[in-house]
């Protein structure tokens, strides 16, 4: 799509296991698409992977851009929905997160960011990694920056299973630093990553973050703790 040059202002994925989870409550605009049964504003079955696109412009630009966009999904669009209330797509796509943390009870979820043009085989070799230890896994996230929220689902009771998501985690970072991505997309250093960025930065990159931190926080008072690359 980037490639055709189109240019979206929305560029949002979900996988097939996503899907999955958040359908039954999907519901698009009536008349706009219809699945393989024939019911306008579902979910199409078999549907393996979603892209939710908004465009900017006139009406002729945004009709115009519509249309190559189409076109350029040719057959691999199992449909096309164009719901009329777009406020309730995004609401069902905000929801999307409760929904998958109540699958199983919880979840684990790393923000990673990766060049666009890297995406699909960090979604292919993350699904390879949480499988590898046992748990089902999932991801979507904003396409058009390679942002993702790749997800496995766990139960909080059994510490094996948060064992094998800590372990998955921990393959994450190192596959999304291998592809020349960061660690942290949306959300932030804080925590939970901590120490992790000197695993993408270089040694010299890493002394200017601290040298810049002592300058502005010299006794260490603010946010204490937090964003610290080693």
């Not at 996230?141 to 997800?151: S, Y």
């Not at 372990?167 to 939970?192: D, M, N, P």
């Not at 040298?211 to 502005?216: D, G, N, P, S, Y």
């Amino acid at each position: 799509m980037l490639g055709a040059g189109l240019r979206p202002s929305v560029l949002d994925f979900l996988d097939g296991a996503t899907l999955e989870l958040a359908a039954r409550s999907y519901r698009g605009a009536p008349g706009a698409g219809h699945d393989a049964a024939g019911d306008a504003g579902a979910i199409p079955d078999g549907a393996g992977f979603a892209l939710l696109v908004e465009v900017d412009g006139s009406q002729a630009e945004a009709e115009a851009q519509r249309a190559e966009l189409v076109e350029l999904l040719g057959e691999a669009a199992v449909a096309v929905h164009e719901p009329g209330d777009r406020d309730a797509l995004w609401r069902w796509r905000d929801g999307i997160n409760p929904v998958v943390t109540a699958a199983r009870g919880a979840k684990v979820s790393g923000d990673v960011v990766v060049p666009v043009e890297r995406l699909g085989e960090l979604l292919e070799r993350f699904a390879a990694i949480a499988a590898a230890h046992g748990l089902r896994s999932c991801a979507w996230g904003h396409a058009g920056e390679g942002n993702v929220h790749a997800t496995v689902l766990v139960d909080p009771d059994y510490e094996a299973e948060l064992d094998a998501a800590d372990a998955v985690s921990e393959e994450l970072y190192a596959l999304t630093a291998e592809l020349g991505g960061s660690i942290a997309g949306e959300h932030g250093v804080g925590v939970v990553k901590r120490g992790r960025l000197q695993a993408q930065w270089s040694e010299r990159a890493v002394v200017l973050h601290e040298e810049i931190k002592r300058a502005f926080d010299p006794k260490g008072l603010m946010n204490p703790g937090k964003k610290l690359a080693r």
